[in-house]
């Protein structure tokens, strides 16, 4: 199909015009070219999209083999079905909101052009990544979009720190990929092929050998190949571990956290286990440490953000522990769920990122959000924005009547964990539990810390402050209308009574994984806890924001060093530059100054000196006109020992 | 096999005819440089142009040698001048002719004293380097593989940099030591096997017994010139005082000659000896790959920086290739060109701001992305294609051999996997420090953006990055059949010393 190949090829055409066109084209050409070609593609994206997920027609388009040595082969290709499809609207219109978007927000940046070719190969990365039909396309998706993350992370390459936190997202990424690479490679030695299809048949089929050897070990299969691919997705999708990057990522300009470091790239890891669903499904011990790692990143990442002060990295954090819950929700092996609430989560939480920009453009690029407050009569549209956001995030709604995307999403999630019926199911259940009441809590926090109680800005900075334009305006309500409506509307595809059809074979659930369906049958306490959960964290941040204003600098005070632990994320930062990042480096200088240096050196050395005098006479000649003679009489005596040696063995 | 031209001496003695023409150039100094450069350019075009046809001629479904020339050179003892190329060889003899021009445009205006020896000297290293390439006697081999010093030393040791002289003697003694057992190996072949053939050698079966020692002389040569840890040291020095385009050419295809030797004759000649070796050169590749990308990490000097990554590249190749896998031979193979490719352009890069200010120190930069974008871009582009970003050619050599080796033993895909992290972080922060940060240094103020002339050095290599990188097919169907019968032909005699089942051609 021409449209499916379109979806893919649109973006990369915007990037290379406005990335070559660059200054020629000027920044109005390349704004409009590349937002142009993004809305073009959404409106393809959600074209085929009805069409893939109604009719089920899933097809695949190989372009042209991309390599073959033996039977590791793979092709360039554009694979649509349910899975891709939902992929294709998430990241085709927030890709499109985003573009939109930055045409206002970076306006007066001396590198448009620049930004909007990368945001553009950014979105042709991670269509590649998502339409992939083999493991090594996913691959080149994968590293492409940590490319872009890197190149838009450090966008602002004058800031010291956009650079180091540039280059500690690419690093940690090539932790994680590092395993997913070993994981490819393990499945190609096991099961002789990297391609999707002929992997899944041999896998449902019941023919993967029990076994291999992997580091002198026999192992499962599949258990060590789901593991080390999903070591790859904790990378891209920042859990625990291997999250560090992720806060430091929003040094990128605004727009680029919001569809890269939350709707998107980092919800790869996720799409990463649903697409491999054939695999995780009967490997139940992958599946378990999915679920234990999601869900202890769901409750880490909430602690952190309860008490952190910059605007963008309270929503990260967020984000950190939001795609934690669409983790654990794929390992009790709710798909469904995963897929259900990253769809939704991408709406809601691009919708906040850009209204955080929205903010940090109104108070002149301040971040801090102690430095913030009383501008919620100046800049209303925002401000209500900002609460449609958090009401999707913490789950809100009236149950059987309507409720906000995340309301059924976060459901969903909590009722599948609930329903797993195991003990790590029930480690899940209740982690995510407290960790809804934290993200309603650092949710409202967020709220009346920027926008309520008295200015705490400069009187020149609040005298600037003035609503955005109206073209980062309209995004927005894009994207408000998806944090509103896509819960209810497709809470029955997604997870409900019309699953089996809207999925398809995209995702395959194991004769014995019943949790889809038990997840209905829940106990309604289980059902409403989610809701009591969500509304004890608001009725809680306004007590402590708007009337008790004291309390959490008493609350802080009294849990000292649980407050300490929260506000230092954990202190992971400063545990890896311990054992990892100063080693290395100590060690790389040592080597070099001893090992090659005093060793290898030495050694060559003291052989040298014993010819040395003999050497230094002849070699400084090179400088005094006794070249010619100098390469004469090496290549005469190459030929001489050549020809002794040939006369005295040869005969 | 070959048409009526002998098209294999063609491309290996044309750059000499030029060197000739070049040495018979007299006058006023300034025409005699100008003349140089323009003869050795269009001589190296020229060359470059007749290797196209071996590129289209070359028939990728047929094994075995190509364009074979034979004659007889020294009938007395057998000796031949035997020419001619298979799959393993054929891209190594593009490379070089490819590279050639690149490095005499790169030179153009960096080189101000003693032009015409050094547009001699280069020319002279062209037909070396594809005489190695080509030259199926094991003599002509020795005499070509030895002969690529002489010139080499001397653009080090002549245009080099300030400590020149130690560099050189150091580059001249490891290799040279290397070499001198090595032809002790070669007389011994010679008397057990009467030939010097190199095709016959190749289906000669050895004696286990003295193919071991046939092995480590052999080995000491070719570790030498790939570099191997731990006799990688002459490596930095070299580059660090060798002017632009001698790094080029150390890096592009010098490197290649010990992988090609492994190739060539080590493996086929003495299988069973490679077999019995094959831990030591796993444990040799795995070490280089960690400790010269820890080593990496600490460097100051740009050029020592890619010298060590270098000897970490030419890490996964020997792996690779001692993995006797299709995938682990063919993404060596593809990594050498890969390496030859974007090593060498890394250099080119270093020598582009070199030229501007004349220090290699990592420090004096910073921030010139503000007057050299255009810099930073293709800059950027090579870093990543030094990473292994997919999409690059570096990713399909580098995963190939992962892949391949991953096959054969998974401790050591494991360790050398490693090296994709480290990689990433020696090259990202050296891109950081040149490029990145705020332009505050005074004579950074000034430079300029590429010349008109850097962006035609340039140009190709890029092209060639991402063709490699998006359809490698068109590299890899040109050694895919030949690795094939390579290892049906080798793989069952290491496999029965090795009892390793991994050797297989799937």
């Not at chain 1, 450090?154 to 540039?166: E, H, I, L, S, V």
């Not at chain 1, 990122?353 to 301040?366: D, N, Q």
């Not at chain 1, 990892?580 to 040298?608: E, Q, S, Y």
Request: glycine content about 8%; charged content about 10%; some cysteine.
């Amino acid at each position: 199909m021409t449209l499916d190949v379109a979806i893919v090829a649109l973006p990369l055409l915007g990037a290379l015009i406005a990335g070559i066109g660059n200054r020629r084209i000027g920044d109005h050409a390349a704004q409009w070219i590349t937002s142009g070609l993004m809305l073009a593609v959404m409106v393809i994206s959600w074209i085929t999209f009805f069409d893939v997920t109604g009719s089920g027609a899933t097809r695949t388009t190989e372009l042209f083999t991309w390599f073959e040595t033996g039977s590791f082969r793979a092709a360039w290709a554009v694979r649509i079905d349910q899975l891709s499809a939902v992929m294709l609207i998430v990241v085709t219109t927030v890709s499109a909101m985003v573009h939109v978007y930055s045409i206002g927000y970076m306006h007066h940046d001396k590198s448009v052009p620049r930004f909007m070719a990368y945001l553009s190969f950014f979105t042709f990365c991670m269509l590649m990544l998502v339409t992939a039909d083999n493991f090594i396309q996913m691959f080149f998706g994968w590293e492409g979009v940590g490319l872009s993350s890197y190149l838009l992370i450090g966008f602002w390459y004058d800031r010291p720190t956009a650079n180091a936190a540039a280059i500690k997202a690419f690093l940690v990424n090539r932790v994680g990929d590092f395993g997913f690479a070993l994981g490819i490679m393990g499945v190609f030695l096991v099961f002789n092929t990297v391609e999707f299809k002929p992997l899944f048949d041999t896998i449902i089929a019941g023919q993967t050998p029990p076994t291999f050897n992997f580091i002198g070990y026999e192992v499962d299969t599949l258990t060590a190949l789901c593991l080390l691919l999903f070591v790859g997705a904790m990378g891209k999708s920042a859990q625990l571990f291997l999250h560090t990057w992720l806060p430091d990522a929003m040094e990128g300009p605004t727009p680029v956290s919001a569809l890269i470091h939350a709707a998107t790239m980092v919800t790869a890891g996720v799409f990463m286990v649903c697409r491999l669903s054939p695999m995780f499904e009967y490997a139940p011990y992958a599946k378990e440490v999915v679920t234990v790692v999601g869900a202890s990143t769901a409750f880490f990442a909430a602690t952190v953000g309860l008490t952190q002060n910059d605007i963008k990295r309270v929503i990260a954090y967020s984000t950190c522990s939001q795609l934690g819950y669409m983790f654990f929700a794929a390992g009790v092996g709710a798909y469904g769920a995963a897929m259900f609430h990253l769809f939704t989560h991408a709406f809601f939480k691009a919708l906040l990122f850009l209204c955080a920009g929205s903010v940090i453009h109104a108070m002149s690029g301040e971040q801090d959000m102690r430095k913030m407050g009383g501008i919620y009569k100046l800049i209303p549209t925002t401000y209500t924005l900002m609460w449609i956001g958090n009401i999707a995030l913490a789950g809100v709604g009236i149950p059987g009547v309507f409720g906000f995307a995340g309301f059924y999403s976060k459901d969903s999630i909590l009722e599948s964990a609930f329903a797993a019926h195991s003990s790590v199911g029930m480690y899940a259940f209740w982690l995510g539990i407290i960790g809804a009441v934290m993200t309603a809590f650092y949710s409202w926090r967020l709220i009346y810390m920027t926008f309520h109680n008295k200015p705490r800005a400069s009187h020149d900075v609040m005298h600037h402050v003035h609503e955005s334009p109206w073209v980062m305006l309209a995004p927005l309500f894009v994207l408000a209308a998806g944090a509103i409506l896509t819960g209810f509307v497709w809470h029955e595809s997604f997870v409900g009574s019309e699953m089996e059809h809207f999925w398809g074979q995209a995702i395959h659930f194991a004769a014995t994984n019943e949790v889809p369906h038990h997840a209905h049958d829940v106990p309604l306490w289980v059902k409403l806890l989610p809701l009591a959960a969500g509304l004890i964290g608001i009725l809680f941040a306004t007590y402590a924001y708007l009337v008790q204003k004291g309390l959490p600098a008493a609350i802080a005070n009294a849990l000292k060093p649980l407050y300490l632990m929260s506000y230092n994320k954990w202190y992971f930062d400063e545990l890896y530059d311990a054992i990892f990042v100063n080693p290395a480096k100590a060690l790389g200088r040592f080597l070099w100054k001893k090992g090659d240096g005093a060793i290898v050196d030495g050694a060559v050395d003291g052989f040298a000196w014993l010819t040395g005098s003999w050497f230094a006479k002849r070699a400084s000649a090179l400088q005094s006109g006794y070249v010619y003679h100098y390469a004469f009489v090496m290549l005469i005596g190459i030929v001489a020992m050549v020809s002794w040696y040939i006369f005295a063995f040869g005969k | 096999m070959s048409g009526s031209m002998p098209i294999l001496s063609l491309t290996t003695f044309l750059p000499l005819l030029g060197a000739a023409l070049i040495l018979i150039l007299k006058g006023d100094a300034g025409a005699v440089a100008r003349n140089a450069r323009y003869i050795a350019l269009w001589t190296s075009l020229i060359t470059f142009a007749v290797s196209l046809v071996i590129w289209f001629q070359f028939d990728r479904s047929v094994v075995g040698f190509q364009f074979v020339e034979k004659m007889e050179w020294l009938p007395l003892l057998d000796i031949n001048y035997h020419m001619g190329i298979d799959g393993i060889s054929m891209t190594f003899v593009l490379l070089s002719t490819l590279l050639t021009p690149i490095c005499i445009l790169a030179s153009w205006e960096s080189i101000e004293k003693r032009v015409k020896e050094y547009m001699i000297a280069f020319l002279g290293l062209e037909t070396m380097m594809v005489g190695t390439f080509c030259a199926l006697d094991f003599v002509a081999f020795y005499i070509f593989f030895e002969a690529v010093l002489i010139p080499m030393y001397l653009i080090i040791g002549i245009w080099g940099g300030p400590r020149r002289v130690y560099s050189a003697v150091k580059f001249f003694l490891y290799t040279l030591t290397g070499s001198v057992l090595m032809l002790l190996a070669i007389l011994a072949m010679y008397t057990i096997a009467g030939t010097t053939d190199i095709p016959t050698l190749m289906g000669y079966s050895f004696d286990p017994a003295i193919q071991n020692w046939l092995w480590l002389a052999l080995f000491a040569s070719f570790a030498v010139k790939v570099p191997m840890w731990p006799v990688h040291t002459w490596l930095p020095d070299a580059h660090v005082e060798a002017p632009t385009a001698g790094s080029v050419i150390l890096a592009g295809v010098l490197l290649k000659m010990g992988a090609y030797g492994f190739l060539r004759f080590s493996i086929p000649m003495l299988p069973e000896a490679s077999a019995y070796f094959t831990p030591l050169v796993y444990a040799m590749s795995v070490v280089a790959v960690i400790y010269t990308s820890l080593i990496a990490l600490a460097q100051e000097d740009m050029k020592k920086l890619i010298a060590y990554s270098s000897v970490a590249h030419m890490g996964f190749v020997t792996a690779g290739i001692f993995s006797m896998t299709q995938q682990g031979l063919e993404g060596a193979l593809f990594q050498m060109l890969s390496h030859g490719v974007v090593s060498g352009a890394l250099f080119l890069c270093v020598g582009v701001i070199y030229d501007r200010l004349h220090t290699r120190e990592i420090a004096r930069y910073g921030g010139l992305v503000h007057r050299m974008p255009k810099y930073a871009v293709v800059f950027m582009i090579f870093t990543m294609a030094s990473v292994g970003l997919p999409g690059t050619s570096g990713f399909i050599g580098e995963f190939l051999v992962m892949v391949g080796v991953f096959k054969d033993n998974t401790w050591v895909a494991l360790l050398i996997a490693t090296g994709v992290i480290l990689g990433a972080a020696y090259m990202l922060w050296l891109y950081r420090r040149i490029i990145f940060g705020e332009l505050v240094k005074e004579d950074l103020k000034t430079m300029l953006d590429l010349s008109l002339r850097e962006k035609v050095i340039f140009a190709p290599l890029l092209l060639l990055v991402f063709w490699m990188g998006i359809y490698p097919i068109s590299f890899t169907s040109i050694f895919g059949p030949t690795v094939t019968d390579f290892i049906q032909d080798y793989g069952p005699r290491m496999e029965a010393v090795a009892g390793d089942p991994a050797a297989t051609t799937q």
